[in-house]
């Protein structure tokens, strides 16, 4: 089974900060079987990026992804109000065995 | 509009059953494999089964394997997970949610990543 390790666990920012979350594999994936999601408190997660960088239909141009190999990126570049939430990585290399990161929580400073 | 909505959920003993429903509508149902992700009360998402467009193929995580089953039914739109021998460990809001690249799912033939999501059902098991 690929292990996705997120970090930090959380991180507390201001309004027009940006926000670097991590997302590391414990093998090499394609770029093509990783995606990320947000989930805000009692709401169903949303897809964000997949294919490591390719946006979601609606969603805005300040979340960007990034990486290859082991390591990949979720950059948000100025945060606004909503965007403070919890953030998943996903690899579905391995499918049908895919996995969730541990989120990352991004919080209001 | 792409809408997933789920029911069934509720309170079981361990040892139970349970049977949850997601009725589907927006798209063409028969088009997308579909999914059961669960997420423990506090915990992280973890993904529980699939079901290939059209239920010719299956795949359950490890934790469910041989205790649960999902189905569908093409005609009703419908998208289905029978819980059996439920365990406390089990207890978690379950959200059914849609394969997002139905070529991609066709190539592998197994679940990719998840486009839409229904809004949950919780389940607890609990005596």
């Known amino acids: 089974e690929i292990v996705l390790t997120q970090s930090p666990g959380s991180l507390s920012l201001s309004p027009g900060e940006r926000a670097t979350l991590s997302c590391r594999a414990s093998?090499?994936?394609?770029?093509?079987?990783l995606a990320w999601y947000q989930q805000k408190p009692g709401q169903a997660p949303r897809l964000l990026i997949y294919?490591?960088?390719s946006r979601a239909t609606g969603i805005p141009d300040r979340f960007s992804g990034s990486g290859s190999g082991t390591d990949f990126t979720l950059t948000i570049s100025r945060l606004e109000p909503e965007d403070f939430a919890v953030y998943y990585c996903?690899?579905?290399?391995?499918?049908?065995?895919?996995?969730f990161g541990g989120g990352t929580k991004v919080e209001s400073k | 509009e792409v809408q997933l909505v789920e029911s069934g959920g509720g309170l079981v003993q361990p040892g139970g059953s349970l049977r949850l429903s997601c009725g589907a509508s927006?798209?063409?149902?028969?088009?997308?494999?579909m999914n059961w992700v669960r997420q423990a009360p506090g915990k992280g998402l973890e993904w529980v089964s699939y079901?290939?467009?059209?239920?010719?193929?299956?795949y359950d995580a490890d934790s469910v394997r041989g205790r649960f089953t999902i189905s569908r039914d093409n005609a009703k739109n419908s998208l289905y997970l029978q819980m059996n021998s439920l365990r406390a460990e089990d207890t978690a809001l379950y959200y059914c949610?849609?394969?997002?690249?139905?070529?991609?799912?066709?190539?592998?033939?197994?679940?990719?990543?998840?486009?839409?999501w229904g809004q949950g059902t919780l389940v607890t098991v609990s005596s």
């Open positions: 093998q090499s994936i394609s770029s093509n079987f």
């Open positions: 079901i290939s467009s059209s239920g010719r193929r299956i």
């Open positions: 996903q690899q579905f290399v391995s499918s049908p065995a895919l996995t």
């Open positions: 294919a490591a960088s």
């Open positions: 927006g798209f063409t149902f028969n088009n997308y494999g």
């Open positions: 949610a849609r394969d997002a690249d139905p070529e991609m799912a066709t190539i592998l033939n197994s679940p990719n990543y998840f486009d839409y």
